[in-house]
């Protein structure tokens, strides 16, 4: 019979439970654990004060991340949104340095990934985002006074060095404040701001483009604008952004106590802030590492060049400047709507690699469209283009299948760091693959997006089969340690099925051939998904 991940009333002290490890991931958690216990009582909860935890995590928490990411995706977006208002006129530019001005942000997002995992690790979650945010937006302000190619590059490099923290810092809150089946939906919410900014972003690019200054080019004016927005938002965020679910001052000690014990069923652990090479070895050798790599990679080449020149292919259609901006309002509704839908499936029918393959499939549709459909056409050219940024749904998931799917703290956080090297990297390549020499049909970058849409698949399905495989030798090991080979994974259950199978359980615990939980876990232990048999993959 199945047993199952106890996440509380558990008759095992929380200091056991923490998994007595000698590093110092467990014993923060046990010692917490055992500092806010008062008594046998305080080790159960109600599912009343669970939610009540939950809705308070996700008032001030999810917020203030939606907030960092939509000021990340506003900021080096801006290049695009000064691109059709003579950006290139403008600063003087020519040949491919449009290009490299949209790639450079992300050839130093690649460099500067592995710095991020070891700040992640070692330092406080909550102070490195602020200080990021501060930093790039400072950054993007002092752009406002370049006026060449040299300059510029050299504050999209910068920019790009600062914006690299973000990413990885919502894939660390999303993984330390959720439980495990709670993590698509937060993923794809925080995601769901590259729509909102194509929104936002339009809509501000359109009124400050028809502001005429003496002094200042259009372009000049779009990022001075945005890079002080950003500049006071990091405020925010220094303020009220917890660096732990255990250092949260915005819990009493009792919600605290809750918000950590609610993610024992994990069995990723919380926060480390030790750096441990082992971790760093085993994700270089587990294979779904660069499962998550070149499914990410893939993607990325074709979002990386549509991002980059999509007002100009839409200009290619034959519309103005200000008409191709207002075209990504509808985009960037579709983008939420896509990003949003896409989580909700993956979360409801847990089929996360099905998913990734459906967005492909639109997106592929979508570039079919627009490359045999005659340029008179504007109509179905546009509703092309509308398909093909589906492909905004397939990166969030790929995070959060990512982030569910590793535990260790060190091992999370690098390798966050490998997936988020293979998205910049494919950030760096999409770009190349359009010229404004090819306008207005731009159908070399568009097969090559084709390709990489059907690749997409293909990566997806693999790691859907490896997953499949590792979840089958974990179950393996369980056996040969004595342990039930089926284990009920609750950190992937809505709340009624975590009853149900509770009912379950205690109906099954006397008879003969039941096995019951393990009086061990690693639940809160800074170990590995390789090496603790009791970690189950999801789709």
């Not at 006129?89 to 450079?104: F, N």
């Not at 006074?145 to 690299?164: K, P, Q």
């Not at 400047?321 to 896509?338: D, K, R, V």
């Not at 199978?501 to 039941?514: L, T």
Request: aromatic content about 12%; some cysteine; charged content about 15%.
């Amino acid at each position: 019979m199945a047993a199952t991940q106890r996440e509380k009333d558990d008759p095992i002290s929380p200091v056991q439970n923490a998994g007595e490890s000698s590093h110092t991931g467990g014993q923060q958690v046990a010692r917490f654990l055992a500092s806010v216990e008062n008594g046998a009582d305080n080790r159960s909860f109600t599912v009343e004060e669970e939610e009540h935890v939950l809705r308070r995590i996700d008032l001030r928490v999810l917020p203030l991340l939606l907030g960092a990411y939509f000021f990340q995706q506003l900021d080096k977006s801006s290049l695009s949104y000064t691109s059709i208002f003579g950006l290139s006129e403008d600063a003087h530019l020519v040949g491919s340095q449009y290009s490299w001005l949209s790639s450079i942000l992300y050839l130093s997002q690649l460099v500067f990934q592995p710095l991020a995992a070891v700040l992640l690790v070692k330092a406080p979650t909550g102070k490195v985002i602020s200080t990021a945010i501060f930093l790039w937006g400072s950054t993007l302000t002092i752009m406002s006074v370049c006026t060449n190619f040299r300059s510029l590059l050299g504050m999209r490099f910068a920019l790009g060095a600062f914006e690299s923290m973000i990413a990885p810092s919502c894939i660390a809150v999303t993984q330390m404040w959720w439980r495990r089946r709670e993590q698509t939906l937060r993923a794809v919410m925080w995601n769901g701001m590259n729509g909102l900014t194509f929104i936002v972003g339009s809509l501000f690019t359109y009124g400050l483009g028809h502001i005429h200054s003496s002094t200042l080019f259009s372009y000049q004016i779009i990022f001075l604008f945005c890079g002080l927005l950003t500049v006071s938002y990091s405020f925010l965020v220094l303020i009220f952004m917890p660096d732990s679910p255990m250092e949260a001052k915005f819990l009493s000690d009792r919600e605290k106590y809750i918000s950590v014990e609610r993610l024992r069923a994990n069995q990723m652990g919380i926060v480390s802030r030790e750096w441990r090479w082992d971790h760093v070895w085993e994700t270089l050798y587990d294979i779904k590492t660069w499962c998550w790599f070149f499914l990410v990679l893939s993607i990325s080449i074709p979002s990386g060049g549509i991002s980059s020149f999509g007002n100009l292919i839409i200009e290619s259609f034959g519309y103005t400047n200000f008409e191709s901006i207002l075209f990504n309002l509808p985009l960037g509704a579709i983008q939420i709507i896509a990003i949003v839908g896409g989580g909700w499936l993956a979360t409801r029918f847990k089929m996360k690699g099905m998913a990734i393959v459906l967005f492909a499939a639109i997106s592929a549709v979508g570039t079919v469209l627009m490359l045999v459909i005659p340029r008179s056409n504007k109509g179905v050219l546009l509703f092309g283009y509308y398909l093909v940024s589906t492909l905004a749904a397939i990166t969030p998931i790929i995070y959060a299948w990512e982030a569910q799917n590793t535990a260790g703290d060190t091992k999370r956080k690098f390798t966050s760091a490998i997936v988020l090297v293979g998205m910049c990297t494919g950030n760096v390549i999409g770009p190349q693959l359009f010229s404004t020499s090819q306008a207005p049909a731009y159908r070399p970058g568009l097969i090559a997006c084709l390709i990489m849409f059907i690749l997409v698949g293909i990566f997806a399905m693999v790691t859907d089969l490896y997953l499949i495989i590792l979840n089958k030798k974990h179950a393996k090991k369980r056996e040969l340690l004595g342990k039930s080979a089926v284990i009920v994974d609750e950190s992937m259950l809505a709340k009624d099925e975590i009853q149900h199978s509770k009912a379950v359980e205690v109906e099954d615990i006397n008879e003969p051939q039941a096995s019951t939980t393990p009086a061990m876990d690693n639940g809160f232990a800074d170990t590995t998904d390789l090496q603790n048999e009791d970690f189950i993959y999801v789709y």
